[in-house]
């Protein structure tokens, strides 16, 4: 079985702008969570998405946002860019309550 | 409310020699836990999970973790560390009311030759 796969690896965006990252899950799993990983704040979570729906969500302002396919891949927008969302991005899948699988993540670079 | 305390920022053992990763947690429920492994620029790789079964849980890479609930505590173990152990891991607990994963800050381990 195929990992979850996140697109693109790296990314450099300027302070305004907005991005939009991609999620493919395991398949057959239909749960995805979305976290931001930094140096000084660690792993927090975003938002997990189950069958389309947003199931839980983390403290982070309306500027992040995200969405499920019927297909269970996902995606997580960021408006309006500020330097503090550079981060790496990490999606997980699961499937019921089995642990989460992540993938490689998404390097973002605001500059 | 869920919350795990990875008690050391970084770790160095020399190559050969026991591993120790300190990790407690505080939870209203019976547990389930969760030790993850991260090397650089790559995802989070699960190690080992303790879902209430066999206290002594064995993982992945010759991974182990002993769950002590008198002590509230899930230190993971490796008898024999290898150049290739050198990464990130992070203790992890599941919280029962919302079924989020609650991550420790996580300890460096370095292993030196």
């Known amino acids: 079985k195929a990992g979850v796969t996140q697109t693109p690896r790296y990314l450099i965006k300027t302070r305004g702008q907005q991005v939009t990252l991609s999620c493919s899950p395991i398949s057959g799993h239909r749960s995805v969570s979305w976290y931001q990983q930094t140096p000084g704040q660690g792993l927090q979570f975003l938002f997990e998405?189950?069958?389309?729906?947003?199931?839980n969500k983390g403290n982070f302002p309306g500027r992040f946002s995200g969405r499920q396919f019927s297909n269970s891949r996902s995606e997580m927008n960021v408006s309006t860019l500020e330097l503090g969302d550079s981060a790496l991005y990490l999606c997980a899948s699961r499937d019921g309550s089995s642990p989460l699988h992540f993938g490689n993540g998404t390097r973002l670079t605001v500059t | 409310a869920q919350s795990v305390t990875q008690l050391d920022s970084h770790v160095s053992v020399s190559e050969g020699t026991p591993v120790l990763l300190r990790c407690n947690y505080s939870s209203s429920y019976s547990p389930s836990l969760f030790w993850y492994v991260q090397h650089p620029n790559k995802g989070l790789q699960l190690l080992l999970k303790?879902?209430?079964?066999?206290?002594l849980v064995k993982g992945i890479n010759g991974f182990e973790a002993e769950f002590k609930k008198s002590e509230t505590s899930f230190h993971l173990t490796k008898p024999s560390a290898h150049m290739s152990d050198a990464a990130e891991y992070f203790c992890v607990v599941r919280d029962g009311a919302t079924n989020k994963l609650i991550f420790g800050t996580g300890t460096l381990l370095a292993v030196q030759p």
């Open positions: 998405y189950f069958s389309e729906t947003q199931r």
């Open positions: 303790y879902t209430s079964a066999a206290t």
